[in-house]
């Protein structure tokens, strides 16, 4: 396994985290009426999960048809990292706005939307940190 490969499978497992924190966070907000008055919100969800189990795939090892046909393992991860980029300047907003609502929290009590932004902006800054690792590093 090359330093490269290694740098990939990093990135696959940072944005599997990633999205098993972000679509179970979705959900939460969704099974507590955020967002639940639209049917689209299904489908969003779905994507959700979709996307959890599509990116790390794709970012795992090479995949010829995908690289010969859409894009390189390596553009794919530079996409990937603008978009996380983008994620957490939205989460950011959140964070930073003047006030803040609350939902319940799994373990009782209530949680804000500041607190779980931040924590939010903590496992996407993790996974951004090594998607971008593996698509800008220097080719072996």
């Known amino acids: ?31 507590h009426d955020v967002g639940r008055g639209s049917a689209a919100s299904v489908g969003w969800i779905l994507l959700g999960a979709v996307l959890v189990v599509l990116v790390p795939y794709l970012l795992r090892r090479r995949r010829r048809a995908f690289e010969r046909y859409v894009l390189s393992r390596r553009d794919f991860a530079r996409i990937v990292a603008l978009l996380l980029a983008v994620r957490v300047l939205a989460v950011a907003r959140v964070v930073f706005r003047a006030g803040s609502a609350t939902v319940a929290a799994p373990w009782g009590g209530v949680v804000s939307y500041r607190v779980g932004g931040a924590v939010f902006i903590v496992v996407t800054l993790t996974a951004l940190a090594l998607v971008a690792r593996a698509a800008w590093a220097r080719e072996p």
Do not use: E, K
């Open 1 to 31: 396994m090359s330093a490269d490969d290694g740098r990939f499978r990093a990135a696959a497992r940072g944005y599997l985290v990633y999205g098993v924190v972000y679509w179970i966070g979705g959900a939460w907000l969704w099974l």
